[in-house]
């Protein structure tokens, strides 16, 4: 490309020291802590197709929770005629509990779409199942990165709040859109009919093979929102704060008359009529950061780290692909990243062919896995274990529990790996990301041989034993990436006994 792509940076989450978000203006921006190595943030990364190897959309990231994490492949359902979910909150909720909601119950449609994601049990008291998004049978992909509202609109939240939350709205919009626009259509208009439920704020990225749309949605209970469509040249970005001033961060006074931006009708006065914003004029713009988001100053590491990214993606533009996507999250992961995932969304690609590679825990010691829309089992180590399970601590296990159980976590074997790497980072790392490079790039090469054994069978009128092969396919490359992570584990712990010990806690 002659012409460097457009390239922003959105909100991230800081789960456990409420550090929010700032306007920082720059091309890419990637942050690190803001003064603290421990700070949390969730990550997405969308991809225009003009500027991937294969011209395919792709989306990846990961969700910031300190809770279990297990993978979940949904199936298309149909519902009976008045059918109702249960949404919101149910108690205290928020940061500190300081936002407490009530669940309510809302209309299902007949029918909800095929979909996987990695579900987890705990974020600022919401109820399991939590999800950041994932991807569906129409190669929709939805990520979801806090946004924190200023503090003016997080005390005029309703008490108690209703509506759906940050998770519902990523999970309903799996199951019931099938294009980027569709997402936005269904999430806003759940929000304008039934309310919103939040800690504080929230932001949306959905896209589908073609493009994407960018949702920011605020506190108060004003049903305050606003949404920037991203193009096949744009790369996009949600991590740990608000950057590139002039996208979604700024919405033109005429916004009615550009199809790529979309708001709520007084999105704009509500700011102004209340002193938070200037009048805008015409040919102006609206600063939306600076009207609604709590701001927080950026560091100069933070700046030098996004200099360094925002020149490898340039470097880039048009020959981005898989291997560089997983590289970059795995380089992002650390203890608190639950998961990761990486989305490549091509246009015209059968629906049981749909891949979403997925790490089964902090993905700087866990490989990405190939999970197609078409498989049928997730195996016992991938499902939901006790361990980091919100609750379990007050409960015996259930004897339906305990066959699972008997099994080994993949999440936790991945923490293990990552607390032996963490205890010696130079000495270690180094050779488990080549392992794991060099097992996906075995996963990566196989696939398209997979894709064309499961073609050959729909096409000679065997659906059921393509998708069997699709899951025993998945299904084994998830156990060799478990005794990947296991082997990897026992050498590195020999190692440290014999090098340096085991540290214990210091007294």
């Not at 949600?238 to 979604?248: I, Q, T």
């Not at 002193?275 to 015409?282: F, K, R």
């Not at 032996?420 to 196989?446: I, N, S």
């Amino acid at each position: 490309m002659s012409e460097c792509p457009r390239v922003t940076l959105d909100a991230g989450r800081s789960l456990r020291s409420a550090r929010w978000a700032v306007a920082l203006r720059m091309l890419l921006g990637v942050c690190v802590s803001l003064g603290s190595a421990t700070s949390l943030a969730s990550l997405a990364v969308y991809v225009g197709k003009d500027l991937t190897r294969d011209g395919s959309v792709m989306l990846a990231g990961f969700g910031d929770e300190p809770s279990s994490h297990w993978l979940s492949i949904v199936p298309r359902r149909q519902h009976p005629e008045g059918a109702t979910i249960e949404v919101g909150a149910d108690g205290p909720a928020g940061w500190g509990n300081a936002l407490p909601g009530e669940r309510i119950r809302i209309p299902q449609p007949r029918e909800t779409f095929r979909y996987i994601s990695m579900d987890y049990s705990e974020f600022a008291g919401f109820p399991a199942p939590l999800t950041n998004g994932g991807m569906n049978e129409h190669g929709l992909g939805v990520r979801d990165v806090a946004l924190f509202s200023r503090e003016e609109l997080v005390a005029m939240t309703p008490d108690p709040q209703r509506g759906p939350h940050y998770a519902d709205l990523a999970r309903i919009a799996l199951e019931r859109a099938r294009t980027a626009r569709e997402a936005l259509d269904v999430v806003v208009g759940l929000i304008e009919r039934h309310g919103y439920t939040t800690y504080g704020g929230n932001s949306h990225v959905f896209a589908d093979p073609e493009e994407g749309w960018v949702l920011l949605e605020f506190a108060g209970g004003r049903g305050l929102w606003v949404a920037r469509r991203l193009g096949s040249d744009e790369l996009w970005m949600n991590w740990r704060g608000y950057h590139e001033l002039g996208y979604v961060q700024a919405l033109p006074a005429d916004w009615r008359n550009d199809p790529d931006y979309l708001a709520s009708d007084h999105f704009i006065s509500f700011a102004v009529d209340r002193g938070w914003h200037p009048p805008v004029a015409p040919g102006g713009s609206f600063d939306v950061i600076e009207a609604y988001a709590r701001s927080e100053q950026y560091s100069d590491e933070t700046e030098r780290e996004a200099l360094r990214v925002r020149a490898a993606l340039e470097a880039a533009a048009g020959d981005i692909d898989l291997e560089m996507l997983m590289a970059h999250i795995h380089a992002a992961g650390r203890d608190s990243s639950g998961y990761g995932q990486v989305a490549r969304l091509r246009a015209g690609l059968e629906a049981d062919l749909r891949t979403l590679w997925v790490a089964p825990g902090p993905p700087i010691t866990a490989p990405f896995i190939p999970w197609r829309i078409g498989v049928e089992a997730v195996p016992p180590e991938y499902q939901r274990h006790r361990y980091l399970t919100a609750g379990e601590d007050k409960r015996n296990i259930s004897p339906g529990q305990r066959g699972i159980e008997s099994t080994r976590y993949a999440n936790r074997a991945v923490k293990r790996l990552l607390y032996l790497v963490e205890e010696h980072r130079d000495e270690f790392l180094p050779g488990v990301e080549a392992a794991l490079a060099g097992f996906e790039r075995q996963l990566r090469a196989a696939q398209p041989e997979v894709e064309q054994s499961a073609r050959l069978l729909s096409e000679a009128g065997e659906p059921g034993l393509a998708r069997r092969l699709l899951t025993e396919h998945a299904n084994m490359a998830a156990g060799e990436g478990l005794r990947l992570i296991q082997d990897l584990a026992v050498g590195i712990e020999a190692r440290t006994r014999a090098r340096h010990g085991i540290r214990g806690p210091a007294p």
